[in-house]
């Protein structure tokens, strides 16, 4: 069965970094767009990034732009999430997502990982 397992979530201060991961199995993961989706405390969802199959085309929502890079490694069917110079509004839990769609549309999802950015 698909499974997506996030981790690397953690209490950091602002300004600093953290690299998510994704690890995923049960399906063939080179050939699918992933992408990483938020939910920060009391808020819905909100996409954040987004890589096509052979991690070449990626894009980000404004919001992280310039600070967050997404890539994967297809031989260890993992995809990751680079954040740096991070703000308390990225306080989130972090979800990676299967698929190219909406938020809504995405078919497969983890169990999330928390990011804590507070000093």
């Known amino acids: 069965q698909v499974q997506l397992v996030e981790s690397g979530g953690d209490l950091v201060q602002p300004g600093g970094s953290l690299r998510l991961s994704c690890a995923a199995s049960?399906?063939?993961?080179?050939?699918?767009?992933m992408n990483w989706v938020r939910q920060a405390p009391g808020k819905g969802l909100e996409w954040v990034s987004i890589?096509?199959?052979?991690?070449?085309?990626?894009s980000f929502a404004d919001s992280v732009k310039g600070r967050f890079t997404i890539s994967r490694d297809n031989a260890k069917n993992t995809l990751y999430l680079q954040m740096n110079s991070l703000k308390p509004e990225d306080t989130a839990v972090y979800y990676c997502a299967r698929g190219f769609d909406s938020v809504k549309g995405l078919d497969y999802w983890g169990q999330g990982t928390q990011v804590t950015v507070s000093s």
């Open positions: 049960g399906f063939t993961f080179s050939s699918y767009w």
């Open positions: 890589i096509n199959s052979g991690g070449a085309v990626t």
